[in-house]
Structures are given as structure tokens and as C-alpha cells.
């Protein structure tokens, strides 16, 4: 998103040493994640703003969360989150 959205030159190096290891998301999931992640990126700003953005700045955030703990404590942790 470094080169998509800033333009920013990053050598190929880089991309490299990031490469998946043996495995690889499916398509499908990978033009999710582009789509929520140009949209989540937008400026907090009134004229970026709209159901699809705030979905998208969700999803993020859930992605974010999931991947750093389990389902059984994810949930729990969310629960407690939103009404407290």
C-alpha cells in the first residue's frame, strides 16, 4: 500500500524477504483485503466517509484483532469492548 497509494519506491528486496512461505491467500481474499484496505486508509475526514468506508475500517479492525487471538477469548474481548 507504500507503493500503491503513496507511490513510494521500496526495493524488490523487501518484497522478497516478505514473500509467502509455501503458502498463499486465494485471490478472492486478496482483492477483499485491497478493497478494505484503500478504503480503511482514507483520511478521518467528512468527505471520506460512508457505510462502505466504515465497513471496511471494521472489518480491519476485526482482522487485526483476529489475528492476534483466538475465537474462544475473541469474542468475549469484543463483547466487552462494545458495551463497556
Same mark, same amino acid.
Request: charged share 20%; aromatic share 10%; with cysteine.
Given at each position: 500500500?507504500?507503493?500503491?497509494?503513496?507511490?513510494?519506491? @521500496?526495493?524488490?528486496?523487501?518484497?522478497?524477504? &516478505?514473500?509467502?512461505?509455501?503458502?498463499?491467500?486465494?485471490?478472492?481474499?486478496?482483492?477483499?483485503?485491497?478493497?478494505?484496505?484503500?478504503?480503511?486508509?482514507?483520511?478521518?475526514?467528512? %468527505?471520506? %466517509?460512508?457505510?462502505? @468506508?466504515?465497513?471496511?475500517?471494521?472489518? @480491519?479492525?476485526?482482522?487485526?484483532?483476529?489475528?492476534?487471538?483466538?475465537?474462544? &477469548?475473541?469474542?468475549?474481548? &469484543?463483547?466487552?469492548?462494545?458495551?463497556?
Amino acid at each position: 500500500y507504500l507503493r500503491k497509494i503513496l507511490y513510494c519506491e @521500496i526495493p524488490e528486496q523487501v518484497f522478497q524477504s &516478505l514473500a509467502f512461505r509455501g503458502h498463499r491467500p486465494n485471490n478472492a481474499l486478496l482483492v477483499l483485503a485491497d478493497v478494505c484496505y484503500r478504503r480503511a486508509l482514507l483520511p478521518m475526514h467528512p %468527505s471520506c %466517509s460512508g457505510p462502505d @468506508i466504515t465497513l471496511a475500517r471494521l472489518a @480491519i479492525y476485526l482482522r487485526a484483532h483476529w489475528l492476534r487471538m483466538p475465537l474462544r &477469548l475473541l469474542l468475549p474481548h &469484543l463483547w466487552r469492548k462494545a458495551w463497556h
